[in-house]
């Protein structure tokens, strides 16, 4: 059964610091998600690393894919409160049925 | 943009009630899925769909059942509400069998408590 771990689950940072969120996952899976979710609202799709080695870049942040390691890792850069929210990964499974979700990493910027 | 629009935000219902949850979506997803959001558990799939009246189990089907009579429209049923079963509930579309390159599209939630 595929498992998505995310670390840390609660993430309290300075507005200007950097920081990486992980994202492991148990079986081999060579699509992962990144979601933005705000509080009371639902999630938004801000990132999809289909490949190994693949990169995405939006602002400050920056999504990479690592299928070798089975690890995502979501930066960011010179964090601003308006980054704070809960970060989803997301895996597809093998079978291909459905995606499974990491418990979400709750990221707060403070001024 | 794909919208799916889930009926409700806010629900209150008793033990025992027999509660609907509305799900459409507006882009001709065949795909539509169901899960729970619990804080530190993150999304669990309770059920999906791939096609009109067809459904399958997910990770914690048990105590719900679904129906999908028409394309747009995936219900999420819950036959005797029971307490535990107080949580936020997504629904989700995809025009691919999984995310492929889009992802899922979210709909807004469904905040039920069961007292």
């Known amino acids: 059964e595929l498992k998505v771990e995310q670390n840390p689950l609660f993430l309290s940072m300075q507005e200007g610091k950097n920081y990486t969120i992980y994202c492991n996952y148990s079986?081999?899976?060579?699509?992962l998600y990144w979601y933005r979710q705000d509080p009371g609202k639902s999630l938004e799709s801000l990132f999809v690393l289909l490949s190994n080695g693949a990169v995405k870049q939006e602002g400050r942040l920056m999504a990479s894919l690592d299928t070798k390691a089975r690890l995502s890792t979501l930066h960011i850069t010179a964090a601003v409160h308006d980054l704070s929210a809960t970060y989803f990964c997301a895996v597809d499974t093998r079978n291909n049925n459905d995606m499974r979700f990491g418990a979400g990493t709750r990221l707060t910027v403070k001024p | 943009d794909v919208k799916v629009t889930q009926s409700s935000r806010y629900l209150v219902k008793r033990t025992g009630e027999k509660v609907f949850l509305e799900c459409v979506q507006d882009?001709?997803?065949?795909?539509m899925f169901w899960y729970r959001q619990d804080p530190g558990l993150g999304l669990r799939l309770i059920y999906f769909?791939?096609?009109?009246?067809?459904?399958e189990k997910g990770d914690i089907p048990e105590g719900y059942s679904v129906s999908r009579e028409k394309k747009e429209r995936f219900s999420l049923i819950l036959e005797s509400a029971s307490t535990n079963q107080t949580s936020m509930y997504l629904c989700?579309?995809?025009?691919?069998?999984?995310?492929?390159?889009?992802?899922?599209?979210f709909g807004s939630g469904t905040r039920l408590t069961v007292v």
């Open positions: 989700a579309s995809s025009l691919a069998r999984t995310g492929s390159r889009y992802g899922y599209t």
């Open positions: 882009m001709d997803h065949e795909n």
């Open positions: 079986t081999t899976s060579d699509r």
């Open positions: 769909s791939y096609d009109v009246k067809m459904k």
